[in-house]
């Protein structure tokens, strides 16, 4: 059964950079079928999609966030990552990933249990 | 970018019928989806295409669609579907942008 892990440091200090890693495990990264994306929602709020990425490496981000962003994928070790430049306190939120299967709709069919990111010093 | 509306919060008798409403020009031309998120919880998807319903979400949950309005049905509300309700779809004008509507609050009396 395919499921889906979030890890990375709990507290970024402002201006530093967030990184985070999606482990894939009980299936392929490599599934031609899906997209792998990364949703935010700050605490006491909604959700915020910030990018998305297919296996071979195509990217597309939040025109919102694009100048912070980049995501990047490594079939090797089944994952994907997240690395948003230039935090500050507004940044601090919790961090899911998903995967959403191609066609005409976005269906996040499998989400990670999330994990939380605090900007603070 | 395009935007999907949702009322902030809205509430149901037990056992009655409550529609939770998304609009957005991007739902026209795209399916909606639909994500039920309880505290401290991920969000899990009740219903994709606009009406379809994954397996293991109960056949009390349903879609409906018309023109710029999507709209998440539950019939016969339990005191278990108070939560926060997610739409998503495609961004109108860049296909492989997602745009997520504000959420609804639903509340169960």
């Known amino acids: 059964q395919l499921q889906l892990q979030e890890s990375g440091p709990g507290l970024v200090k402002p201006s530093e950079t967030l990184s985070l890693t999606c482990t894939v495990s009980?299936?392929?990264?490599?599934?031609?079928?899906?997209?792998w994306g990364w949703i935010r929602q700050p605490p006491g709020k909604g959700l915020e999609w910030i990018g998305s990425i297919y296996y071979s490496g195509s990217t597309y981000y939040n025109p919102s966030l694009k100048s912070r962003v980049t995501i990047s994928v490594d079939t090797s070790n089944n994952h994907f990552s997240l690395s948003l430049t230039s935090v500050t306190a507004a940044d601090t939120a919790m961090f899911y990933c998903a995967r959403y299967p191609l066609g005409n709709s976005v269906t996040f069919d499998l989400w990670g249990q999330g994990t939380m990111v605090i900007v603070s010093s | 970018s395009s935007e999907l509306t949702q009322d902030p919060a809205v509430s149901v008798a037990l056992g009655q019928t409550v529609r939770i409403a998304c609009q957005g020009d991007s739902l026209r031309s795209y399916y909606a989806s639909w994500y039920q998120q309880k505290p401290g919880q991920a969000p899990l998807l009740v219903i994709y295409k606009n009406n379809t319903r994954p397996s293991g979400i109960p056949a009390r949950f349903s879609g409906s669609s018309s023109g710029s309005t999507s709209s998440l049905i539950i019939t016969g509300a339990q005191a278990e579907d108070e939560a926060d309700y997610y739409c998503n779809s495609r961004d109108i004008s860049i296909y492989h942008l997602v745009t997520f509507g504000g959420g609804t609050k639903l509340t169960v009396l």
């Open positions: 009980g299936g392929s990264i490599r599934n031609s079928g899906y997209y």
